[in-house]
């Protein structure tokens, strides 16, 4: 069975630096892209970017480009979203989930077929 | 960037009818690569429908998904109790992937 299970809810103050985690098991994670989705209070969904663990290859979002890092750890199945400097505007709820499509052309086509729980964020003085 | 705009906000049915919602893109949407998501409060989001009109894994037959282009539906053929939920569409067919503002189906 494919699990993806995120790190627990963080309590943090601006200016803070933060990294969250999402370990999966139950498939190969290096043949798999990974990515994040962003949900901020009582709002819809924001794909943030997503990482192909093989080879670090990372795409991001423009809107977060720059925001945030994504990363993975291939030797223990874990991608990782960081941020170096937090903003109260950064509470949120983070998913992570399993990508799985097609990489064509240097671009991958991908859907998010297994979701992770989710990670409460809240940044606030 | 593809946006995508999906209607109505808000679905007021009662359980046993039929739900249809809708997904327009700002622009052609390659191969039919659309999803959609559902989402209970508290929960994360659930993959439905992938490729336009392919169902996900343990997805029930009242869901079905159609279209093409730029205008694409999800239907509910009969909604049950546990259907009540946002629904979400979410376009893969660049490199910029995008999500709908969601519609929400609730009891009448």
Known sequence: EVQVVQSGAEVKKPGESLKISCKTSGYSFISNWIGWVRQMPGKGLEWMGFIYPLDSDTRYNPSFQGQVTISADK????????????????????????QWGIFTRGVPLVYMDVWGQGTTVTVSS | E????????????????????????????SSRFLAWYQQKPGQAPRLLIYDASSRATGIPDRFSGSGSGTDFTLTISRLEPED?????????????????????VEIK
């Not at chain 1, 030797?75 to 990782?80: D, E, F, G, L």
């Not at chain 2, 209607?7 to 622009?27: I, M, N």
């Not at chain 2, 979410?90 to 709908?100: D, E, P, R, V, W």
């Open chain 1, 75 to 98: 030797s223990i199945s874990t991608a990782y979203l960081q941020w170096s400097s937090l903003k109260a505007s950064d509470s949120a709820i983070y998913y992570c989930a399993r």
């Open chain 2, 2 to 29: 593809i946006v995508l705009t999906q209607s109505p906000g808000t679905l007021s049915l009662s359980p046993g009818e039929r739900a249809t919602l809708s997904c327009r893109a700002s622009q052609s949407v």
């Open chain 2, 84 to 104: 009540f939920a946002v629904y979400y569409c979410q376009q893969y067919g660049n490199s910029l992937l995008t999500f709908g503002g969601g519609t929400k």
